[in-house]
């Protein structure tokens, strides 16, 4: 066991690496923008279609955002340039994702959301209501 103490705490370093702030900022960031990967691929594979759930764009906002802040602190251009516009899409995405999500019906009947200009419900075909629901007021 002491190969196992020696490979993860060593020389004053945890895993081999020098922590600092910083470095806790840039791997956190890393850990969150890679995970939006497995969050998507979960979504996909549940649904057995393409899927890119919300979560996907907040991971990406969140983990790019934090990478950003480390490479401007180490003022790394490749990295900085790299991260400085990948937000513009996150932010788009989630604004397009959270306007569709309002706008829903939601049928009385059977609680299916449909899209914002769809008549009847897709799911039980009664009549949607002339002015979309908010799907938090269905109880
Ligand atoms: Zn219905």
């Known amino acids: 066991m002491d190969w196992l103490n020696h490979l993860i705490w060593h020389g004053g370093k945890f ?20 995970t939006r990967f497995f969050v998507q ?10 899927v890119v759930p919300v979560a996907f764009w907040w991971l990406s906002l969140s983990g790019a955002l934090l990478l950003l ?6 003022h790394d251009s490749v ?8 937000w ?3 932010i788009r995405n989630l604004v397009i994702h959270y306007r569709h999500a309002r706008e829903q019906r939601v049928c009385r009947q059977c609680a299916t959301k449909s ?3 769809a008549n009847y419900c897709a799911n039980c075909g ?9 799907a938090m007021s269905n109880v």
């Open 126 to 134: 009664a009549a949607l209501t002339a002015k979309p629901v908010d």
């Open 69 to 74: 802040v480390y490479a401007l602190k180490h």
């Open 115 to 117: 899209m914002a200009n």
């Open 15 to 34: 895993l081999g690496i020098t922590w600092s702030v910083w470095k806790v900022v840039g791997w956190v960031g890393n850990v969150i923008f890679s």
């Open 41 to 50: 691929w979960y979504a996909t594979e549940k649904k057995r279609q393409v």
């Open 88 to 90: 513009i899409p996150y």
């Open 79 to 86: 990295f900085i340039f790299a991260y400085l516009f990948t």
